[in-house]
Nanobody, 124 residues
Framework: QVQLVESGGGLGQAGGSLGLSCAAS????????MAWFRQAPGKEREFVAA????????NYADSVKGRFTIARDNAKNTVYLQMNSLKPQDTAVYYC?????????????????WGQGTQVAVSS
């Protein structure tokens, strides 16, 4: 079993930055691909970014490309999401997820473990 705990959410301003962390416990995630998703009020959960097991492959949603950066520190069993140039439409609950595969999962992949989420609100 893998437990994922997100932190770092909060209130940001448009044009500003926030950083999220996802700490894994129960099982090392160093061999797994990891991802961030988000769900805005009244909308379905959507993919934000993913990173493969060694950090050499990263994917981003078009809506965050060039603004967000996903990274990982396998020694700390932690994944990060640095969010720059924030926009009000980035307001959502952000979820960390783990996939029991090493390489980048296909878009249709159903992630195996999920965190509880952390709220991000961006004011204009």
């Amino acid at each position: 079993q893998v437990q994922l705990v997100e932190s770092g959410g909060g209130l940001g301003q448009a044009g500003g930055s926030l950083g999220l962390s996802c700490a894994a416990s129960g099982r090392a995630v160093s061999s797994y691909a990891m991802a961030w998703f988000r769900q805005a009020p009244g909308k379905e959960r959507e993919f934000v970014a993913a990173i493969n097991w060694n950090g050499r492959s990263r994917n981003y949603a078009d809506s965050v490309k060039g603004r967000f950066t996903i990274a990982r520190d396998n020694a700390k069993n932690t994944v990060y999401l640095q969010m720059n140039s924030l926009k009000p439409q980035d307001t959502a609950v952000y979820y960390c997820a783990a996939a029991l595969v090493a390489d980048m999962p296909p878009p249709s992949y159903t992630y195996d473990y999920w965190g509880q989420g952390t709220q991000v609100a961006v004011s204009s």
